[in-house]
Antibody, heavy 116, light 108 residues
Framework: EVQLVESGGGLVQPGGSLRLSCAAS????????MSWVRQAPGKGLEWVAN????????YYVDSVKGRFTISRDNAKNSLYLQMNSLRAEDTAVYYC?????????WGQGTLVTVSS | EIVLTQSPGTLSLSPGERATLSCRAS???????LAWYQQKPGQAPRLLIY???SRATGIPDRFSGSGSGTDFTLTISRLEPEDFAVYYC?????????FGQGTKVEIK
């Protein structure tokens, strides 16, 4: 069974940083591209970033370029999202998802709240 | 960026009825790279349909997708109690991947 478990969310002040993690199991992690998708409270879904299987290519939505960095460790079956210079509008549940086009499996999400 | 507009915003129906959800794209979605997801309160989204009309693994056949170009439809032939949820369309033909704003299917 595919499992994706996010961690690392929490309350952070504007301008601060957080690092999200996603632990994957139940599939060959190194064979899949991976993504982060977020959902602001009461709002819709927004793709944030994706990374290719070997980590060689990374793509970001314009609103996070230069502030967020997606990475992965295939030896640890883990996906990461380093978030710097956080803003109030980054407040959302952040989901780890398998794939970079179709998102066929999702974690339960981790809440990031940016507030003073 | 492709903007996806879903209609209606809310659909009020009774169990057993047919639901028809629309997703319109601001430009043509290449190769019908259009997916549909279901999200229930407090849960992660679940993939229902990809390639505009292919059901994902384990999805009941009462869910069907159709369309091409800029106009796509998700149909639920007979609503079951567990189908009342929010549905999102998503295009993956070009980057950035974008989602529609969602259609809520609620019990009438």
């Amino acid at each position: 069974e595919v499992q994706l478990v996010e961690s690392g969310g929490g309350l952070v002040q504007p301008g601060g940083s957080l690092r999200l993690s996603c632990a994957a199991s139940g599939f060959t992690f190194s064979s899949y591209s991976m993504s982060w998708v977020r959902q602001a409270p009461g709002k819709g879904l927004e793709w944030v970033a994706n990374i290719q299987e070997d980590g060689s290519e990374k793509y970001y939505v314009d609103s996070v370029k230069g502030r967020f960095t997606i990475s992965r460790d295939n030896a640890k079956n883990s996906l990461y999202l380093q978030m710097n210079s956080l803003r109030a509008e980054d407040t959302a549940v952040y989901y780890c998802a398998r794939g970079s086009g179709i998102f066929d499996s999702w974690g339960q999400g981790t809440l990031v709240t940016v507030s003073s | 960026e492709i903007v996806l507009t879903q209609s209606p915003g809310t659909l009020s129906l009774s169990p057993g009825e047919r639901a028809t959800l629309s997703c319109r794209a601001s430009q043509s979605v290449s190769s019908s790279y259009l997916a549909w997801y279901q999200q229930k309160p407090g849960q992660a989204p679940r993939l229902l349909i990809y390639g505009a009309s292919s059901r994902a693994t384990g999805i009941p056949d009462r869910f069907s997708g159709s369309g091409s170009g800029t106009d796509f439809t998700l149909t639920i032939s007979r609503l079951e109690p567990e189908d009342f949820a929010v549905y999102y369309c998503q295009q993956y033909g070009i980057s950035p991947r974008t989602f529609g704003q969602g259609t809520k299917v609620e019990i009438k």
